[in-house]
């Protein structure tokens, strides 16, 4: 459909690439988990990027390594990373029209740009990017001291500049849930977190998010495989992911804020699946990403009262 | 005899100052009390003084082109996808029109008849307390992005041959090539498709001059932009792209276009009265765009040794004259210096 308000492409419709590789399927293209399953990737974060908002923050994951192949290809084909920034604007006053509200209220968008997954997203939001928003506002809901701020209005605003993949680019198109979007909301709630420190608002504790998957990988000819639980999934590592859990977690209080659990649990085939299991190492996972948040929280306390 | 108190004087921090009384505030700097100190603006520039450019290039994954500028505290992120328009599918397209046939007609942009190039610009992404998400485009997003596309075409940057895909039909005939029936249509080679280039800029963070930063940024992400070598399947009936690195192709840009804009700050609030002091600000900040109303923009390219002027726009006001004129294109030039460094180097 054409937006009036946009510059428009073509009337007769684009179609994305299809590259031979595509076709041909070579699955020792699939890129491999080379982490321990307990271990995260390598997170970049830092806080100060819109000097002009209230509070702003950038995180960046690493994204992870192409198998050995014979020839290089180009970029584009090749596992992406985590790029978010967050902005945190607030608290402002509402407006005159708005009724009165003894606490401050909390509005969060999560937008994903154009170029930021393999197939070309709109600038108009889908119901994914109003998903992560609800999911992002449970989580920073239980953690702002809302009544210090009456009739005021904090926005929250997530930039997702490239997401996580739900799924290997050759795997062909068996439709994968989203998975990418588990990872994408666990960075989305530790950015968030950041900014608000950023912005001086007042919180119990320091929220982050963690996430884990139940995969299942094949393993050497014959034998029955079973689902094994990773730490922080990058979907296109893995053959068939079960189930995945994501949590925002309290370290200060051990409280859980929000919990999203999506998939297959508790099945007795796959192990020790229960949900206190998942959720239990979810928890292990945010703790490792608080590390980091602290870290860099600590840089820009130092930075702003040496100033 | 009565002895009053002294009156308390009243002093504000600097800020305060700047947010109260906004024009006296910058004309203090700009014309200041005494001899000594040199005249500056508010944010410690002088008057012909840029800010200082940054940029990096190929930082996303899945866009074919990619860049980051930050001049000051405007941060830029332009990605480029590239997508696939079929012929048969290109609304408008004729084999008579194509430049490279005898009787063409002259001007014809096919790229920009085609809709090939498609520039975006998003400024609602919280990047300042002005632009919060939830709103359709403003004013400002639509103007910038149209401006963007115009100079785009009309500055000719993108070669169009490097968005067609050519298709040589194979020569399936046998033997007896001496009649002159033989050389049919069918051997030509064709273009099966087009290259579409969506070209989406987000601004991260915005303290002034939004057009300089996102021209700019789209100037490098096009230099940045990969494009992977495609060909017709005739088996498939469909376009196949190679992903090695080694086959596909960069862009030929013409030039190295540079946007400039200055504003003009008048001594006295009122328009009327002639003969008014003025400066000339180059690359202003959200303060001092809010106290302006004339300004302009100049796109110089200086990729051949002299200064060629591609657009001149002035809008709001009658203080820049022909004099005035020549000086901006000067700093125009200057500045084409200073960027092209980090432009071509990255």
């Known amino acids: 459909m054409t937006d009036r308000r946009r510059i428009n492409g073509p009337l007769g419709g684009t179609s994305a690439p299809v590259f031979s590789k595509y076709l041909a399927r070579d699955a020792n293209d699939r890129p491999v988990r080379t982490r321990q399953p307990n271990v995260l990737r390598k997170m970049f974060l830092k806080t100060g990027v819109t000097p002009s908002a209230s509070g702003s923050a950038y995180l960046e994951l690493e994204a992870s390594r192409p198998p050995k192949s014979s020839t290089p290809g180009l970029a584009s084909l090749s596992t992406s990373g985590l790029k978010l920034t967050c902005t945190v604007h607030g608290p402002r006053p509402l407006p005159k029209s708005a009724p009165f509200s003894p606490h401050i209220i909390l509005t969060t968008h999560v937008k ?28 920073l809901r239980g953690v702002i001291i809302g009544d210090r701020w009456p009739k005021s209005g904090v926005e929250v605003i997530v930039t997702i500049l490239e997401g996580e993949e739900d799924q290997w680019w050759g795997s062909g198109s068996n439709k994968a849930a989203d998975w990418g979007m588990m ?24 929220v982050s998010g963690g996430v884990v998957a139940l995969v299942r990988d094949p393993l050497t000819s014959g034998k029955q495989s079973s689902a094994a639980i990773v730490m922080d999934p990058v979907p296109s590592e893995h053959e068939e992911i079960v189930a995945a859990c994501i949590v925002a977690y309290l370290p200060g209080r051990d409280e859980i804020t929000d919990i999203w659990v999506k998939g297959e649990i508790g099945s007795q085939d796959y192990g ?17 990403s608080h590390r980091v948040l602290v870290a860099a929280l600590k840089e820009t306390a130092d930075m702003k009262i040496g100033r | 005899m009565t002895s009053t108190a002294p009156q308390p004087t009243l002093s504000f921090p600097r800020e305060t100052f700047a947010k109260l009384s906004p024009h006296p505030y910058l004309l203090a700097h700009l014309q200041p009390a005494s001899a000594a100190s040199t005249p500056t603006r508010a944010n410690g520039r002088s008057p012909s003084q840029f800010r200082a450019p940054h940029v990096n290039n190929g930082s996303l994954t899945h866009a074919e082109g990619s860049t980051v500028v930050r001049i000051g505290d405007t941060t830029v992120v332009c990605g480029i996808r590239s997508e ?78 490097d968005l067609r895909i050519w298709y040589q039909p194979p020569d399936l005939g046998g033997g007896g090539r001496m009649e002159e029936d033989e050389e049919d249509e069918a051997l030509k080679p064709e273009v099966k498709a087009f290259w579409t280039l969506y070209i989406d800029i987000l601004f991260i963070s915005l303290d002034g001059n939004p057009f300089d930063a996102a021209w700019a940024a789209v100037v490098s992400a096009l230099r940045d932009v990969r494009l992977p070598k495609a060909y017709w399947d005739a088996d498939r009936e469909m376009i196949l792209c190679e992903d090695e690195v080694a086959q596909s192709k960069k862009l030929k840009l013409r ?86 460094l980090p432009l071509l180097g990255g």
């Open chain 1, 272 to 288: 020790d699946s229960s949900y206190e299991n998942l959720t239990d190492n979810a928890v292990q996972a945010a703790l490792g």
């Open chain 1, 112 to 139: 994903y740009a154009p170029f930021a997954t393999r197939k070309r997203r709109g600038y108009l939001r889908d119901a994914s990017e109003r998903d992560l928003g609800v999911h992002l506002e449970t989580a």
């Open chain 2, 84 to 161: 696939i328009l079929l012929a048969s599918d290109a609304a408008g397209y004729r084999v008579d029109n194509s430049p490279t046939t005898p009787f063409s007609p002259p001007n014809y942009n096919e790229a920009k008849e085609l809709d090939l190039l498609v520039p975006n610009i998003e400024l609602a992404t919280g990047c300042s307390p002005a632009f919060l998400p939830g709103q359709p485009p403003s004013t400002l997003a639509q103007s910038l992005s149209t401006r963007i596309y115009s100079l785009l075409h009309s500055s000719s940057l993108v070669d169009g041959e």
């Open chain 1, 183 to 206: 990872s994408v909301l666990s960075g989305c709630i530790t950015v968030a977190s950041a900014a608000i420190a950023d912005a001086g608002i007042d919180c119990v504790d320091v």
């Open chain 2, 255 to 340: 030039g190295l276009p540079i946007a400039v804009t200055v504003l003009v700050f008048r001594a006295k609030e009122q328009k009327q009265g002639g003969d008014m002091k003025h400066w000339i600000l180059v690359d202003p900040d959200t303060f001092e765009e809010g106290l302006c109303d004339e300004s302009v923009t100049v796109v110089v390219d200086r990729s051949r040794r002299s200064t060629e002027i591609l657009s001149i726009s002035k809008t709001g006001g009658t203080i820049v004259g022909k004099d005035q004129m020549r000086e901006i294109v000067d700093l125009a030039g200057m500045r084409w210096g200073q960027l092209s």
